[in-house]
């Protein structure tokens, strides 16, 4: 029988029935929600809207289905809708009539939303740890390739030298934004919806503040309506998720380039990558690929719940229960990729010959050097623009290189040029040139990896 079956003269349709369970996904906020009904029961009784008998009862109850569950010993049915009534009905099973009183003050509204906060904060800390292990990884690929040339694009075309250490502290910039995104989302979500009730709070002397505490929640929420309406940090999660993933396809999109043959700046290692049924040469960046295409899935849950979410009336609706799946299948999602991703960077052979080569096969991305050169002896750099133009120009047509073309052609342009435009076109001079605050030179490499690390080792030493 429905614990709600008071008012009702038919047994639910068995469509009906499994059309509105969620036991099948919301199962795995069992511990969440026999943690909340704990902190409720302990309330109860110091408030004396219970026995202290009947709360230490009830609490002994839920600690042993918690074991069950745990256990898996214990079976949760469609019957019992959800994750709320099939704890709850095993209470009543388990302890008798006490179990009963557990919903006293409390609705699943207000119940469901406590639920899913504490669930997606436990994701967010686990989410943060993956992405500080990835940190990891770009900070030794980092302090590895300092010295290790490799040119920097605009347009997919090859643009300025840079180096491998610079292009993966631009990848741990926007991990750590992702880090304190997801910081964010945590402080937000920091406040209590229990005891909002239905929708209208309860006329029991509950102590919001107290199961707030109990929970681990710096207040309660201000407004009951609010409190079982909103699902805003679930949004902002799938936002945080969203934009991570972002990240990693761009990522992912790198690397899939980079081992191409068109590149070859790495090979993955085999253990990270996959062969092809039928090309026997094949060797493939399935990783990479599989991360890229999941983006689409995490974006796409995102735009489920905002949907879900639209034009809702107050308070809750049912079609909020529509909100666990994709929060569910997000964090799945990201878990997953962000391990993956790791292990595959942290195996790849960097071919850093192949990376040289590229900054200096003829493909001129050392002429804005040589504009800077003829601006340091004097000239104004929209002119020196123009004349390192034309040498391009003159270059192209000889299969030349700026660097090996003769001093007395440098002159015939500009008698600016002396011998010591050549240290200005040396790759290695080029980038050391870049020091300013942000750059690829040697130290201003070293501030970003620093700063990175001192990011990700304060995060780890208040976790311990
Ligand atoms: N399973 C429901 C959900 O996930 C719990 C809240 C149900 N509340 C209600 N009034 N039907 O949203």
Redesign the pocket.
Known sequence: MKLWAGRFQKETDTLVNDFNS?IAF?ARMYRQDITGSIAHATMLGEQGVIAPEEAEKIIAGLKTILADIEADRVELTAEN????MNVESLLTERIGDTGKRLHTAR???D??AVDFRMYVREEIGAIIGLILKLEHVLLDLAEKNIDTILPGYTHLQRAQPSTLAHHMMAYANMLRRDVTRMEDCLKRMDECPLGAG?LATTTYPIDRERTAALLGFAKPTENSLDSVSDRDFAIEFLSACSILMMHLSRFSEEIILWCSWEFKYIELDDAHSTGSSIMPQKKNPDVAELVRGKTGRVYGSLITLLTVMKALPLA?N?D??E??ECVFDAIDTVKLCLPVFSGMLATMTVLPGNMRRAALDGCFINATDCADYLVRKGMPFREAYMIVGRLVHMCMDTGESLESLPLSQFRAVSSRFDADVYEALDMKHCVEERRAIGGPARGAVEKQIASIRAFVEARESADE
Do not use: F, L
């Open positions: 969620s919301d809708e959800d994750i709320h609705s699943r509204n119940q469901v239905a809750y049912k909020m229960q909100d666990k």
